[in-house]
């Protein structure tokens, strides 16, 4: 029986006259029933056990609100168990497939593919959800924006192995907030911005890893140095 029929099922037995009380069991037992076998779908019954709850709430006294109220509690928390876990799954199913593709691809260059440095972009995501990507042992992330990524690396610290990349373009008023935080920036995409870097770089002692972003269609809106001249504008940002 579908999780939707159940949920009907519930509703039915109250409409026939049976005791209101058993009937916010009984649907509460179908929605147990519903997410442990039928996963998403479960919902549907959740719905029905949370209504069938509350109208014994409603009926029967702080008793019934007592065994409400739990058992709610152990729905929430076997949902959020159960959909963490799928995550998970889903994530290490998705890693599993990329490193396929990149192993693949530096076979057909002739290159090892332990040479090939997955960085994982982690742009819009909260430092809640870069603890997942720690527990599978991808320690090279990347960020777009220099102010998105700098609370994220004061909250995860210096963890072992643990890496930033900047791949986003870098305007030259923020080349004083790179400091020593990136790796690696992959998107250098003047001379202004270099030379600032440079200068920084001999500040504070130590020397920046940057990659030139080369603007190859030669369109005059495209940021980038220019294939054709070998160098980079120097307009302002």
Not at 69 to 91: D, H, K, N
Not at 189 to 203: G, H, I, Q, W, Y
């Amino acid at each position: 029986m579908a999780s939707r029929e159940l949920a009907v099922a519930a509703a039915a037995g109250t409409a026939q006259g049976e005791d209101w009380l058993r009937a916010a069991r009984r649907a509460r037992l179908l929605s147990w029933i519903s997410l442990a076998w039928m996963g998403a779908e479960g919902a549907i019954a959740v719905t029905a056990g949370v209504l069938a709850g509350s109208i014994a709430l409603i009926g029967f006294g702080i008793d019934s609100a007592i065994e409400g109220f739990a058992s709610l509690v152990i729905v929430w928390r076997f949902t959020g168990r159960r959909l963490a876990s799928e995550a998970a799954e889903q994530r290490a199913q998705r890693l599993v497939a990329v490193q396929g593709r990149i192993a693949a691809a530096a076979e057909r260059a002739g290159r090892d593919p332990s040479e090939v440095q997955l960085v994982v972009v982690t742009k819009g995501h909260p430092v809640s959800r870069l603890q997942a990507l720690l527990e599978s042992d991808q320690r090279r992330l990347g960020e777009n924006r220099v102010e998105e990524a700098l609370p994220k690396i004061d909250a995860l610290g210096e963890l072992p192995g643990l890496t930033w990349h900047l791949v986003g373009p870098l305007q030259s008023r923020k080349v004083p907030l790179v400091g020593d935080r990136f790796e690696l920036l992959h998107a250098v995409d003047r001379l202004k911005v270099a030379r600032l870097l440079d200068a920084r770089s001999a500040e504070i002692g130590r020397r920046q890893a940057i990659l030139l972003e080369w603007n190859v269609s030669g369109e005059p809106t495209k940021a980038g140095w220019r294939v054709e001249e070998g160098q980079a504008g120097e307009g302002e940002e």
